[in-house]
Each structure stands twice: as C-alpha cells, then as structure tokens.
C-alpha cells in the first residue's frame, strides 16, 4: 500500500454520505496533500472509510493528530490503555469484567450510555468532539455494523418554514443525572462525572459554513423554553427526520478497518444485533477536540455542568 496522492481514490458509497478511501497507509506518515485530500473528503462525505489498516495505538494516535489536538479517551472511562490515554477502548466484556455480568441488561434502560442507538459523541459536552477516528481490532463474523446519518442532509430536508422555526431553538444535552436503578455502578461513574450543555438545534458548521440538526436521541433531554409536551413532539419529529434510510450509509466491519467521521455533522446508530451471540468485538477510537457549537443566530452553546472536554479532562472516581 502506498501513501502517494496519486494512487489514492476517493469513492462515494451513498447517496448522501459516506465514502471508501483506499490507496493510502494509515501507519505511515501522511505528507500534507494526503492530509488535506481526507480532510476535504471528510468534510463533502461526512463520515470515511478505510480498509485493511494496520494500526496500533501509537499509530492510530499519530494519524488522529494530523487532524487536531485529542481529547483525553471518554469522559468516563478511568483506565485507558497504559501510556495511551487517547485510546477509548469499546468492548462490551471490558464493560462487564468492571461492573458485572448485568451491565449490558442495565445499558438497555440508559438513554445516555453508547449503547442506547442513535447518537453524536460526547454532545453533553459544551465543546463536543469535532471528530471521531474508530479501527476494529476483533469483530465478529456476523453483526455488529455501524450506521451513520448525513445531520446537513436532514436539515435541509425540512420544508423551509420548519428550517425557520429549528434555527431559534436551543435544547439541552445531558450525560448523566437521569433516575438510576440501585447499584447501577456505571451510572454512578456518569453521574459523578456530570455533562450538562445547552446547544443550539441547528448549528453552523465552522468549516463548510453547511447547516446541521444538532439534536440525538441519545443525549438531548428536551428543548428549551418549550413546555414538556412541545418538546417531546419537536424532538419526535427531528429524531424522525434525522433516521430517514436515505440519509444513512452502513459499514461492515473487519479487522483493520478504520471508520473517520464529522461529529458536528453526522449521528450514528451503535449495533443491536449482538446481544443474544456470545461473540467478541473489541474497537478502538480517537477523539478530536470539538469547538463550541454555534447556530444561525450567532449564539453560541452555554455550559451549564462539569467542564470542557479537552485532552486534559479527568475522570472523578468514588
């Protein structure tokens, strides 16, 4: 495999988002046309994907680098790799080894855990991650794709007096606060490590100026200055919008590849099809450092608790 620019090629997989990208060695370093062609391509195709990598953690770091500061591995995970604390290791039996053989039954009732189905990371953060940079190491034979969901296609895909009425809307994120079950220990972990930010529904994206939908299903608890029963029918609607099938691209994972996309852009849909197979699927992630999300307006997103999400972030333990 080699790194030059002209052998690598750019291929759309979708509609709307996603493209394959092959030709170039992830493990090796990029010269700055390289950088700047995934760049390009990342911001056009929302989310990249790249087969038959073969990366560690160093590498994996040293590639996410090329694109922006990393944030320290997850808001609440206390022990990444040793000597990597970029790495966010996703492996269910991780999970499990560290909160008991329940864990995976208690994720299913928590709308802010990974596992919950539609989300953009760390969106509780008023700095949300700009990207997300993800390589397979163990997946399994059957199972376990990722699906991914254009935000800028779904904006503007509302008719035009919606768009009106979305761009002066503000809603709250939150990782963590919501009634827990006794001796839930994780959500214990989430609540001691609170995320709590207030974003505009639409943001502007700071790089191709593309207006996105700003709301999840997995962080985003109500729209603000809207009655409880207001909001829930907004959030339905825009929820619905933003899962259309034509707005989504799905990826097959094997060993060695590598998934980059758009936080501020896209949402994706963690696999659910895995939960009655005794299967192994270890993953890895690096996370770019977001900046504040700002809407048509001009008004930018407000912390409301814990702190910004930065490589320097720390994980309160008791």
Known sequence: MTSTL????????????GADI???????????EIVELIGNALHEYKVLFFRDQD?????QIAFGRRFGELTYAHPHDDAPPGGFPEIFTIDPRRYEERYGPDFTRQARRRRYSYFSGWHTDVTAAVNPPSGSILRAEVVPERGGDTT???LVAAYEGLSAPLRSFVDGLRAEHRYGGADRPAGDAYAKRVDDNLLVAVHPVVRVHPVTGERALFVNPGFTSHVVDLSPSESKAVLDLLYAEITRPEYTVRFRWEPGSVAFWDNRATAHLAPRDLEHLDV?????RVTLVGDVPVGPDGRASELVAGKPFTAEHTVKVG
Do not use: F, K, M
């Open 6 to 17: 002209n052998a690598v090629s750019v291929r759309p997989v979708a509609g709307l988002i």
């Open 22 to 32: 092959s030709g170039v060695d992830l493990s090796r370093p990029l010269g700055e």
């Open 55 to 59: 990366l560690d953690h160093a590498s």
């Open 148 to 150: 991914w969901t254009n």
């Open 280 to 284: 192994e699927r270890r993953l890895h």
